[in-house]
């Protein structure tokens, strides 16, 4: 087997790359939303990991507070959230509109500290555990490797809002609006489409995804005030490589980040942390669009 | 709704049933400090096919998105079907039945000839039916799946008409239309013209093609400098026709 030929235990290389696939999933829900956000609003959304921490707070709160559990969290947690991203957008973003990308950043980057700031101060920087749903307790042993069942869920569950977002981007009406509107908005509105609620609900929808992402996170990674700023430079990295304001680019180029990262952990450990921004550095060299990015 | 009588005869109608379509009444529009449009008026008519002739930098296209609301700063008034839109966001203004064609035909690259067909949402009543589109424009049957920005010039000027045309609007804005294409698309688009104004639509048409839109049009509003200087009516032409040498000529 090229394990054997590479010295290396299958169970290592598969290890590696289910947690690659894990890590991928996460990646793609997180540059998903980011890619959404950007195509509308073109705004760079640096509050994404705050918002996907506040996921996974949110998934915390209903259990401590009102005993909702997890299933109920991962329909109520994007809700609640996402509804915040709406009032972000409708009260602080709306006011950039027109103005150079860079106030955009700097108003996001501000609000991530902010929240960041604020949780920390509540809840202290170490982690809250959240205990893995009962259903999804436990795994299956593959031969090569033991498969927890709540990593299986992770990525089963990414791909199909995935695959969801993606059918609403390309095969709706709503869709279709959303890729004219990333276009020509201006042209959108005069034909009769209320964008700016469409922008709102974009951005709303965006940070449902961050939020989802959150609560998935939840029973894997403890619940803290800095999850997400450990994960939104990766997540940046991946959006540029597949490609800003790309759907496809996102989800692809998220997966297979994950991939590459699990795999350089098993032949060159200490590259893992960095191997992504390589990629990102030699996609921007040679095609500074992105892998599926519109030229301009 | 106002009512006006003229002396002229627009699409059939008789003078004293001619119906306000639109009317502008002093209308100035600013692109941050400058200021392009130095009060507008001009009214047109239920039915009636008006251009608005001028050369590059004469303030006909800003306009056309002044009516539409793609101008932020505007002032003055703008009646449209008895209803004041000066106020107004895009979507609301399209929706009194406002057909909207740019000057660069804002096909979507993103979406194919049919998605760009359907893109407009339906906005009144009355509107044509794909079936209808197609026939008046075959080429665009034939490339329906093919991606917006994959067609000619012709076509995409062709699907711009049409996508509006689908949305059930009746007062068509239409932006150099003619722009860049061969003259037998040329033709091809004053047969649609005379098509819908046959068929009671009615049509501001920015144009720089003196020779397309002067046998088209009930009158011309001649602009020069954000002014409108001259309307011309269509008995008119060879009696003034010094206006279009001056205000035309290059």
Same mark, same amino acid.
């Given at each position: 087997?090229?394990?054997?030929?590479?010295?290396?235990?299958?169970?290592?290389?598969?290890?590696?790359?289910?947690?690659?696939?894990?890590?991928?999933?996460f990646y793609?829900v997180l540059s998903l939303g980011l890619?959404?956000?950007?195509?509308? =609003?073109?705004?760079?959304n640096f509050a994404h990991g705050a918002l996907y921490m506040l996921g996974a707070f949110t998934t915390?709160?209903?259990? @401590?507070?009102?005993?909702? *559990?997890?299933?109920?969290?991962?329909?109520?947690a994007p809700? !609640?959230v996402g509804?915040l991203g709406?009032?972000?957008?409708?009260?602080?973003?709306?006011?950039?509109? *027109?103005?150079?990308?860079?106030?955009? =950043?700097?108003?996001?980057?501000?609000?991530a500290?902010?929240i960041e700031?604020?949780f920390? @101060?509540?809840?202290?920087?170490?982690?809250?555990?959240?205990?893995?749903?009962?259903?999804?307790?436990?795994?299956?042993?593959?031969?090569?490797?033991?498969?927890?069942?709540?990593?299986?869920?992770?990525?089963?569950?990414? =791909?199909?809002?995935?695959?969801?977002?993606? /059918?609403?981007?390309?095969?709706?009406?709503?869709?279709?609006?959303?890729?004219?509107?990333?276009?020509?908005?201006?042209?959108?509105?005069?034909?009769?489409?209320?964008?700016?609620?469409?922008?709102?609900?974009?951005?709303?929808?965006g940070v449902a995804l961050a939020a989802f992402a959150g609560v998935l996170a939840a029973? !894997?990674t403890?619940v803290s005030p800095l999850m997400g700023s450990n994960l939104i !430079?990766v997540v940046?990295?991946?959006?540029?490589?597949?490609?800003?304001?790309?759907?496809?680019?996102?989800?692809?180029?998220?997966?297979?980040?994950?991939?590459?990262?699990?795999?350089?952990?098993?032949?060159?450990?200490?590259?893992?942390?960095?191997?992504?921004?390589?990629?990102?550095? !030699?996609?921007?060299?040679?095609?500074? /669009?992105?892998?599926?990015?519109?030229?301009? | 709704?106002?009512?006006?009588?003229?002396?002229?005869?627009?699409?059939?109608?008789? &003078?004293?049933?001619?119906?306000?379509?639109?009317?502008?009444?002093?209308?100035? &529009?600013?692109? #941050?400090?400058?200021? &392009?449009?130095?009060?507008?008026?001009?009214? %047109?008519?239920? #039915?009636?096919?008006?251009?608005?002739?001028?050369?590059?930098?004469?303030?006909?296209?800003?306009?056309?998105?002044?009516?539409?609301?793609?101008?932020?700063?505007?002032?003055?008034?703008?009646?449209?079907? #008895?209803? $004041?839109?000066?106020?107004?966001?895009?979507?609301?203004?399209?929706?009194?039945?406002?057909?909207?064609?740019?000057?660069?035909?804002?096909?979507?690259?993103?979406?194919? %000839?049919? $998605?760009?067909?359907?893109?407009?949402?339906?906005?009144?009543?009355?509107?044509?039916?794909?079936?209808?589109?197609?026939?008046?424009?075959?080429?665009?049957?034939?490339?329906?799946?093919?991606?917006?920005?994959?067609?000619?010039? #012709?076509?995409?000027?062709?699907?711009?008409?049409?996508?509006?045309?689908?949305?059930?609007?009746?007062?068509?804005?239409?932006?150099?239309?003619?722009?860049?294409?061969?003259?037998?698309?040329?033709?091809?688009?004053?047969?649609?013209?005379?098509?819908?104004?046959?068929?009671?639509?009615?049509?501001?048409? %920015?144009?720089?093609?003196?020779?397309?839109?002067?046998?088209?049009?009930?009158?011309?509003?001649?602009?020069?400098?954000?002014?409108?200087?001259?309307?011309?009516?269509?008995?008119?032409?060879?009696?003034?026709?010094? %206006?279009?040498?001056?205000?035309?000529?290059?």
């Amino acid at each position: 087997m090229l394990t054997d030929l590479l010295g290396i235990p299958p169970q290592v290389l598969f290890g590696q790359l289910l947690l690659g696939l894990i890590n991928g999933a996460f990646y793609a829900v997180l540059s998903l939303g980011l890619a959404v956000i950007f195509g509308l =609003l073109n705004i760079v959304n640096f509050a994404h990991g705050a918002l996907y921490m506040l996921g996974a707070f949110t998934t915390f709160f209903l259990a @401590k507070y009102i005993g909702v *559990g997890y299933w109920g969290a991962l329909i109520l947690a994007p809700l !609640i959230v996402g509804a915040l991203g709406i009032l972000i957008e409708r009260f602080l973003l709306r006011r950039l509109t *027109g103005v150079d990308h860079l106030y955009g =950043l700097l108003l996001t980057f501000g609000l991530a500290l902010v929240i960041e700031g604020v949780f920390v @101060k509540m809840f202290g920087a170490s982690g809250i555990p959240y205990p893995t749903p009962e259903a999804l307790k436990g795994g299956v042993n593959l031969g090569f490797m033991f498969l927890p069942y709540y990593r299986a869920w992770v990525v089963v569950a990414s =791909l199909i809002v995935c695959v969801a977002t993606w /059918a609403l981007f390309e095969r709706t009406k709503i869709g279709a609006y959303l890729r004219a509107g990333t276009e020509n908005p201006q042209l959108l509105q005069a034909f009769g489409v209320n964008v700016p609620i469409l922008t709102t609900l974009a951005y709303g929808y965006g940070v449902a995804l961050a939020a989802f992402a959150g609560v998935l996170a939840a029973p !894997i990674t403890q619940v803290s005030p800095l999850m997400g700023s450990n994960l939104i !430079i990766v997540v940046f990295a991946v959006v540029v490589i597949g490609g800003m304001g790309s759907i496809v680019g996102a989800v692809v180029t998220g997966l297979a980040m994950g991939v590459v990262e699990g795999l350089t952990k098993v032949f060159w450990p200490e590259a893992s942390a960095t191997v992504i921004f390589l990629v990102m550095a !030699i996609v921007l060299v040679l095609r500074p /669009a992105g892998l599926f990015g519109k030229t301009a | 709704m106002n009512v006006s009588v003229q002396n002229n005869e627009i699409g059939g109608q008789h &003078a004293s049933e001619l119906i306000e379509e639109l009317r502008i009444t002093d209308l100035h &529009a600013f692109y #941050g400090e400058g200021h &392009a449009l130095h009060g507008i008026d001009l009214t %047109v008519h239920q #039915g009636e096919l008006v251009t608005l002739l001028g050369r590059n930098g004469s303030g006909r296209t800003t306009t056309l998105r002044s009516v539409v609301g793609l101008i932020g700063h505007r002032t003055g008034s703008i009646v449209l079907k #008895g209803e $004041e839109v000066i106020n107004s966001q895009p979507h609301t203004i399209a929706r009194l039945g406002v057909g909207y064609c740019p000057e660069e035909r804002g096909i979507f690259s993103s979406l194919n %000839v049919e $998605e760009n067909l359907m893109l407009p949402p339906a906005i009144a009543p009355g509107g044509m039916s794909v079936e209808e589109l197609y026939e008046m424009f075959p080429n665009l049957a034939e490339r329906r799946k093919s991606m917006g920005t994959r067609l000619s010039g #012709g076509e995409q000027q062709m699907l711009a008409m049409a996508r509006i045309l689908r949305t059930g609007a009746t007062l068509l804005l239409l932006d150099e239309i003619t722009e860049g294409l061969a003259p037998v698309i040329v033709d091809k688009l004053a047969e649609i013209l005379i098509e819908l104004k046959k068929r009671g639509y009615t049509v501001v048409l %920015v144009e720089q093609n003196f020779r397309f839109a002067a046998p088209l049009a009930d009158r011309h509003f001649i602009m020069d400098h954000g002014h409108i200087v001259e309307t011309v009516a269509k008995d008119e032409l060879e009696t003034k026709a010094h %206006v279009f040498d001056q205000y035309l000529s290059v």
